[in-house]
């Protein structure tokens, strides 16, 4: 009973500290009504719970899957088939999720109702396939990530100048909503199975970074499609925002919906891991028995933390966002800098990404170390977004381009393994729970400052958030490298003596 | 290195992960200073939780090489800071070394320590199975069904080797499963006979068995 305890303890800790802001800043800058405050505190208390089954079930279902299938894909010795399943599963999985039939129907508002739900969905869903078979191939070739990443972006960069500044931040914000909390757990085990068949002396470093590569999928995908079909500004306007009333009248309402979309989103895995078991990988019954009792907890996790995440925060998000907006436009900022800080760590795949980068590194580069460097990348990335929003001025390249080229700088000064975990950390902080909140907050304070406006300036906060990894987790590898560099010539010089 | 050579002893102690470091402070705070800790998953034997699905736990394993005046502070700090003593808090024993060598100490060749009694009066020995990737379940079933009460998955890889793998072109080391089983000395005999049996040992590839004596156990109550 103690691990069921123990994780119970560890999520609640997680969920506990963006809690606790909240009730703070309601007590202070922003009162929140009572019914609203309630209503948060039993999100709360939802998202604990669907957290804790959620995080239980991916690492009984979800994560087995995907290492069997790295297994089974590279155990074929052929790049043929690799490179043609792997676009296969990415496409397949990434199509299902929830957040991208979101994403999808934001597009089709803002070109006018040129593009179609149906062909962002598969544009956007075969730019990630593609980019996981790339990313396989690359494990298996043993060619160095710096340079994919490198060559990936600098196509992007070539792209994106052919993009109006509205598609560059639809494309960018799609990568961040393609890898969501479903998809992530998959890639990563998919990735990691592949490297441990490999083994070799790059094993470590080679555990990481197809999450991140499959991020990239998205970016130019929907930059070709808009340059291909000649689209250039955004048109029409955000949906008319409805505010929720009662306490438990929007999570009666919420559920079935939350149900839908979590069967949608495991259905692909599912049905997937029943026709490779049947042909290919043959597990024991004990081992299917877990996996399909891993899927079920997956699914009812989801669906609660889901739930509770859309009934509970993503209204108080909006609303502090409008209110500090109004009476203190100066602590946006400062207020956006500390919900960035906290909220992250809600994040159900950080979580599934810090327990693998233990479990590869022998327990080498710890949990906290990877929470602190990504708390402080989403910090900044909110910090930055309310500035973008409250001075018309600056644009959302100003921020994207220095950062994603120092990104890209970085991936050749940094030890690799931190390469690969900072772009993988990029796809996972940009969840389902920081989308949500931070999105919801953003476009709050954009609808009470007049020169802003929700639909450009909602687009693009996810992107930041995508992004900023990339450089704080570099970042902290530049100094875990120097550290250990100046360790090892303390030694040098003390053994000469 | 002529002066007298003290006993050494192969110290192994088994926790949930996160506290490996644990053992690493007291290991040093008692001035070892050869130690190393990695990862491995332990068997959960509670039927509740093996009915929601969980089978196994990620441990860490701690392995030190320590003095023989040593060892009884080590058992005692651990027992006193890790609370050892309980059921479900890890393992700790200890396995007679022959032969150390390194740079400070040269080598030399110990006369291994007498055997003694474990705190609870009962003597173990530990298995140890090499098996390829994929083989576990089978192995810890049969152990499992011959009176074992669970045991520890460490992976690694290629000790077998005998068949060439390659993978795009590159030679690679098949991967392998080690499992460790702590027994009680009366019920080795069943267990390796039941793994031996159920994996047909003896044909080539099939893997590999031995058995390790240990010296001093704790934290081992179903035992």
Redesign the interface.
């Known amino acids: 009973m103690n691990i069921l305890l123990e994780r119970l303890r560890e999520v609640s800790l997680s969920v506990l500290p963006i809690t606790i802001i909240v009730v703070v800043l309601s007590l202070t800058v922003v009162p929140i009504e009572s019914t609203l405050l309630i209503r948060f505190l039993i999100g709360a208390l939802v998202v604990v719970m669907g957290l804790g089954i959620f995080l239980f079930g991916a690492s009984l279902g979800v994560a087995p899957i995907g290492n069997l299938m790295g297994h089974a894909l590279a155990g074929t010795n052929s790049p043929w088939i690799v490179g043609i399943l792997g676009t296969l599963l990415g496409f397949l999985i990434t199509i299902a999720e929830p957040d991208l039939q979101i994403l999808a129907g934001q597009v089709r508002q803002a070109s006018g109702g040129v593009v179609s739900n149906t062909l962002i969905l598969v544009v956007v869903s075969a730019g990630v396939g593609i980019m996981v078979a790339i990313g396989l191939l690359r494990i298996l070739y043993s060619k160095p990530l710096n340079i994919v990443f490198t060559l990936a972006y600098s196509f992007i960069f070539l792209l994106g100048l052919k993009t109006s500044e509205e598609f560059l931040a639809i494309s960018v914000d799609a990568s961040g909503a393609t890898t969501g909390a479903m998809t992530t757990p998959f890639i990563l085990a998919l990735g990691y199975g592949v490297s441990q068949l490999k083994g070799g002396d790059t094993f470590e470093e080679d555990s990481f970074g197809l999450v991140g590569q499959a991020s990239a999928g998205p970016i130019f995908a929907i930059m070709i499609m808009s340059a291909l079909m000649g689209l250039r500004n955004i048109e029409g306007a955000a949906d008319a925002f409805v505010p929720n009333v009662g306490v438990i009248g929007p999570y009666v309402r919420l559920l079935p919906q939350m149900m839908r979309d979590s069967v949608f989103t495991l259905a692909p895995l599912t049905i997937l891991f029943l026709l490779f078991d049947w042909r290919v990988f043959k597990t024991n019954k004990r081992t299917r028995d877990s996996i399909l009792k891993g899927l079920l907890y997956t699914f009812i996790g989801l669906t609660l933390f889901l739930t509770g995440v859309n009934g509970g925060f993503m209204e108080v998000g909006r609303y502090m966002g409008e209110r500090i907006a109004i009476s203190h436009t100066w602590l946006l900022p400062i207020i956006g800098f500390v919900l960035g800080m906290v909220v992250v760590l809600a994040e159900p795949a950080v979580y599934v990404l810090t327990e693998q980068i233990e479990e590869v590194t022998a327990g080498r580069i710890r949990r906290k170390v990877i929470l602190i460097a990504l708390s402080i990348g989403i910090a900044l990335a909110v910090c930055m977004s309310m500035l973008r929003i409250m001075i018309p001025q600056l644009k959302l390249w100003h921020f994207l381009l220095p950062g994603f080229a120092l990104g890209v700088l970085l991936s050749h000064l940094v030890p690799p393994i931190f390469v690969g975990i900072a772009f993988d950390a990029g796809g996972v902080a940009s969840g389902p729970m920081t989308a949500t909140f931070v999105l919801a907050f953003a476009q709050g304070a954009a609808s009470s400052i007049p020169t802003a406006s929700v639909m450009v300036d909602g687009f693009g906060v996810i992107a930041m958030v995508a992004m900023m990894p990339l450089v704080t987790i570099q970042t902290l590898g530049a100094l875990v490298k120097l550290g250990e560099r100046r360790a090892l010539r303390r030694q040098v010089k003390e053994e000469g003596k | 290195m002529d002066s007298p050579i003290d006993r050494k002893i192969l110290f192994w102690c088994i926790l949930?992960?996160g506290k490996?470091r644990k053992v690493f402070d007291i290991y040093r705070d008692l001035g070892g200073d050869k130690g190393i800790?990695?990862?491995g998953r332990g068997t959960?034997s509670?039927d509740?939780?093996n009915l929601?699905?969980?089978?196994d736990?990620?441990k860490?394993i701690f392995l030190g090489l320590i003095d023989e005046d040593m060892e009884d502070a080590l058992y005692d700090e651990l027992i006193r800071r890790l609370d050892l003593s309980k059921p479900?808090r890890g393992i700790a024993f200890s396995m007679p070394v022959k032969y150390v060598g390194s740079r400070t100490d040269g080598s030399q060749t110990i006369s291994p320590p007498e055997k003694k009694e474990g705190v609870n009066d009962l003597e173990y020995e530990a298995i140890f199975v090499v098996v390829n990737k994929g083989s576990k379940?089978e192995v810890l079933e049969a152990a499992k069904a011959a009176g074992s009460t669970g045991g520890t998955i460490i992976h690694g890889?290629?000790v077998l080797s005998r068949e060439k793998q390659?993978?795009?072109n590159?030679q690679?080391?098949p991967?392998k499963d080690i499992i460790l089983i702590v027994s009680r000395a009366d019920k080795t005999d069943d267990i390796v006979n039941a793994i031996k049996h159920k994996l047909d040992i003896d044909k080539p590839g099939a893997g590999i068995i031995f058995v390790m004596d240990i010296t001093r156990a704790e934290g081992l109550w179903r035992g």
């Open positions: 949930d992960f490996g800790v990695f990862l959960v509670s509740m939780l929601l699905g969980i089978l736990t990620r860490e479900h379940d890889r290629g390659t993978l795009f590159i690679i080391e991967e």
